[in-house]
């Protein structure tokens, strides 16, 4: 597929579509988990994820608007839904069938709530916003370690560093920062000789997925813009440049890499790659390396040949999440998530390319 504005605003909406379906078999509580293939269409949608509702609320409501209503309203109502499913205690739970308090998902809630807050100031946003906040806070030992609510019990991953930044955002409560930094501090000891980090993906000293260092990296960089950190804007973007290299060495995005770069499976997780792409054009925002852009470029065209097209509303505009269909990602489903991320994705490029979008 050629690259050009209107292929790109295509695959945006069509991307949209899909998740306004994954919103509709939800019962219109939030966005469904994920779309099984070859099953029948009754059993085929998972039920709501918090979590990642949460972070596409700000999709919804800002991002790909596009200045339509009912855009907004599946934003409002997503943020509606996780209001009345927080826990007492100001947690959110993971997974599908809330067994169990999670930080990581509390955290990313954390971004649409308060994009919900500031679209439409409703005191119930703001008071979710301040549970889960607290909570997350109560979670921090006295290093900064977050002690519970671990995907893995003890391990506070690298990733985790994308859970720190929305806490950084915006202070709602006293010495929530101080916390916040104490806590990114305690991550950033994970640097290595190799421009990675010790321990960024699910499982301490494994291989991490594209989706895990996407989101390691991200979320340093952020943090590191908001706190003046250069010595962390500096090693993150010091960390994209090789891996773009790599990146064009090895002809392609592996769906895993150890920390001397090394790729590890012979799938790709396009879940990662969505997330890589938005992750280069801000990075390009910042430092103007024309490899950043270049390597995004090359990314999001692969992105748009992969997303499917089909006259079923239930298929149109997903994307599978790992490829070839059977990868170690999520096998055979199209996750909610590698939409929004191609949706951000598709927000952070026209940043870049302004001679294509400010017509």
């Not at 700000?58 to 009912?70: A, Q, S, V, Y």
């Not at 001397?260 to 799938?267: D, E, L, P, R, T």
């Not at 489903?333 to 001679?355: G, H, T």
């Amino acid at each position: 597929m050629r690259l050009d504005p209107s292929s790109i605003l295509e695959a945006e909406q069509l991307a949209l579509g899909w998740l306004i379906q994954a919103h509709i078999k939800a019962n219109f509580n939030g966005f469904s988990h994920s779309k099984r293939l070859w099953l029948p269409e009754c059993i085929s949608w998972e039920k709501p994820y918090p979590e990642t509702t949460g972070y596409l609320i700000e999709n919804f409501l800002r991002f790909n608007n596009g200045g339509i209503i009912e855009n907004s309203l599946i934003g409002l109502r997503s943020a509606d839904w996780l209001c009345e499913i927080q826990s007492s205690e100001g947690c959110f739970f993971s997974g599908v069938k809330f067994s169990k308090p999670s930080a990581f998902n509390t955290s990313q809630i954390l971004f649409g709530l308060e994009e919900a807050f500031n679209f439409d100031r409703q005191f119930s946003y703001k008071m979710a916003l301040v549970k889960a906040i607290e909570w997350l806070l109560n979670q921090t030992g006295t290093e900064g370690k977050w002690e519970s609510g671990l995907y893995r019990t003890g391990y506070f991953a690298s990733y985790y560093s994308r859970a720190i930044w929305p806490l950084l955002r915006t202070e709602y409560l006293a010495g929530q920062r101080e916390k916040a930094v104490k806590s990114l501090d305690f991550l950033w000891v994970k640097v290595n000789m190799y421009y990675s980090f010790e321990d960024w993906g699910f499982d301490s000293g494994q291989p991490a997925l594209s989706h895990t260092i996407a989101y390691t990296l991200e979320g340093f960089l952020e943090s590191a813009i908001i706190l003046n950190r250069e010595e962390i804007i500096n090693y993150c973007l010091k960390s994209l440049e090789i891996f773009c290299n790599v990146i064009q060495d090895q002809g392609g995005l592996s769906a895993k890499y150890d920390t001397k770069w090394k790729a590890c499976s012979s799938s790709k997780c396009l879940t990662g790659q969505a997330q890589l792409i938005s992750l280069l054009a801000k990075a390009f925002q910042i430092s103007s390396n024309a490899i950043f852009k270049k390597t995004a470029l090359r990314l999001l065209e692969e992105m748009l040949c992969w997303q499917i097209k089909s006259n079923k509303k239930s298929f149109n505009g997903a994307f599978p999440a790992s490829l070839p269909i059977y990868g170690e990602y999520f096998p055979f489903r199209y996750v909610n998530w590698s939409n929004k991320f191609f949706l951000d994705a598709c927000y952070q490029m026209k940043k870049i390319l302004p001679e294509w979008f400010d017509q």
